[in-house]
C-alpha cells in the first residue's frame, strides 16, 4: 500500500529496501520506471494532472526530499524514512557492476553524460556504461533507437522534472530497458 501525500503515492521503503526492489525491476521481463518526487514535484503535480498520473503510475516512488517525509508524518501517515534518488542510484550501480548489466545516461549538457560515464566507471570498476545522449533534442526518434542499439538494461534520465518523468513514461516501453529511474540533475553530480 503506498502512502499518499498531497496526491502522490510513495512507496513505504527503506533505502535498501528500495535498491533491492530496484534491481528487482532491472532484472524483470517488463518494462518499469521510478520516479524520487521531493517537495517542488508534488507542487507541480497538484497543477498537473498528466504529470501526477505519471508518478502514481510509476512502479517505484521512492521520497526524495526531507520535506516529503515530513509531509507525510504530518498528514498521520509517516514513512521508513527519506530515499535520495543519488543514493538510491550509487546503490543500482554497485549492483549493476557487478550484475554486468548494461546502463545508459540519458541527459544534461552535451559532454556531461560522457564525463559521468568515465568517472562512474572509476568508481564502480567492472560497470558498463553502454551508451550516453545529451538531454537538449527535439526528437525523441534518434534517442530511443540509440538506446536500443546499445541493448540497455537500465537508463538513467535526467532531463529534470516533469520532463524526465514524461518522457519515461511514453517512450521508455518502447526503448527495450527494463528499468529507466529520472534522477533530475544526477549526471552532473556524477560528472563533478
Ligand atoms: N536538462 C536536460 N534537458 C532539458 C532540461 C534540463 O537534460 O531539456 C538537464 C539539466 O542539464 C540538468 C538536469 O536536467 O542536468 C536537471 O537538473 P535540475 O537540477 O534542474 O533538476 P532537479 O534535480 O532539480 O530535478
Redesign the pocket.
Known amino acids: 500500500m503506498r502512502i499518499d501525500v498531497l496526491g502522490v503515492g510513495f512507496d513505504n521503503l527503506t533505502l535498501d529496501e528500495a535498491i533491492e526492489r530496484g534491481a528487482g525491476l532491472a532484472a524483470g521481463e517488463k518494462f518499469s520506471y521510478a520516479v524520487t518526487p521531493?517537495p517542488?514535484?508534488l507542487q507541480q503535480a497538484k497543477k498537473n494532472e498528466k504529470f501526477r498520473a505519471v508518478l502514481n503510475g510509476a512502479d517505484l516512488v521512492l521520497a526524495d526530499g526531507i520535506g516529503v517525509v515530513k509531509a507525510a508524518s504530518i498528514l498521520g501517515r509517516p514513512l521508513k524514512g527519506r530515499v535520495p534518488?543519488i543514493d538510491f542510484a550509487a546503490g543500482l550501480l554497485g549492483r549493476m557492476a557487478r550484475s554486468g548489466e548494461r546502463l545508459f545516461l540519458?541527459?544534461?549538457?552535451p559532454g556531461?553524460a560522457e564525463t559521468a560515464a568515465a568517472n562512474l566507471q572509476k568508481q564502480y570498476p567492472g560497470l558498463m556504461v553502454c551508451g550516453t545522449h545529451?538531454?537538449?533534442?527535439q526528437d525523441p526518434r534518434p534517442v530511443i533507437r540509440a538506446i536500443q542499439d546499445a541493448h540497455a538494461d537500465v537508463v538513467f534520465v535526467?532531463?529534470?522534472?516533469p520532463?524526465?518523468e514524461l518522457w519515461m513514461a511514453e517512450y521508455g516501453p518502447s526503448t527495450g530497458a527494463r528499468l529507466m529511474v529520472?534522477?533530475?540533475?544526477?549526471?552532473?553530480v556524477f560528472a563533478g
Open positions: 521531493n517542488e514535484f534518488g540519458l541527459g544534461a549538457k556531461i545529451d538531454g537538449y533534442f535526467c532531463l529534470g522534472a520532463k524526465q529520472g534522477l533530475g540533475g544526477a549526471l552532473d
